[in-house]
């Protein structure tokens, strides 16, 4: 075999592996380079408070101030153990000082009653939460209560569609140069 036909071998094994690099590289069903996620694809979720309230007698409250680092979805939990206990939360802006009063310039969020698996709890849900939020805990009694409140926001970002490739020329091909008479 002669040298000619060795090296055109070579150069054209090179160019296969390197087109074959280019497509994989191009695919969008490559590996992942993040791992796998508990949430949905193009949303993060992110816990923004967490806190045990012990000891919280009965008719007794207390008040968490929180905020959040960025629109989202805002999920509220409230747990406490003891069945015969009855807790409730609202969550109001931190503009609004008496819940009680909460109205149209200063809304509030009740909690709900939800099966919890490990006691009792209730539950506060915002599709459309930011800012800096007032949470008031009350234990309505009977007795005393621990009760754990935890909060989790989840954004969804908004991936942008790749962009169109540009069209490209077909590659320019050149005919093989003849070979001449003289030449072996």
């Known amino acids: ?73 805002l999920a509220l939990t409230v747990r406490w153990n003891d069945p015969t206990n009855t807790v409730i939360a609202v969550l109001t802006s931190t503009r609004c000082r008496d819940f009680r009063s909460a109205g149209a310039d200063c809304p509030a969020r009740r909690s709900i009653e939800r099966q919890g698996k490990e006691g009792r709890e209730q539950v506060i849900d915002d599709p459309d939460a930011a800012g800096a939020y007032q949470l008031l805990v009350e234990n309505e009694g009977p007795g005393v209560e621990s009760i754990r409140v935890s909060a989790e926001l989840t954004t969804v970002s908004v991936v942008p569609p790749p962009p169109t490739p540009e069209p490209t020329a077909p590659p320019e091909r050149r005919s093989p140069t003849p070979r001449r008479s003289w030449e072996p």
């Open 1 to 73: 075999m002669n040298r000619k036909s060795r090296t055109s071998r070579a150069a054209v094994a090179v160019l296969a592996a390197l087109m074959a690099i280019v497509l994989i590289g191009c695919s969008r069903s490559g590996p992942s380079t993040t791992g796998p996620s508990a949430v949905a694809p193009g949303s993060a979720s992110m816990v923004v408070l967490s806190r045990t309230l012990d000891e919280v007698e009965p008719g007794g409250q207390r008040i968490i101030d929180f905020s959040l680092p960025h629109r989202g979805t």
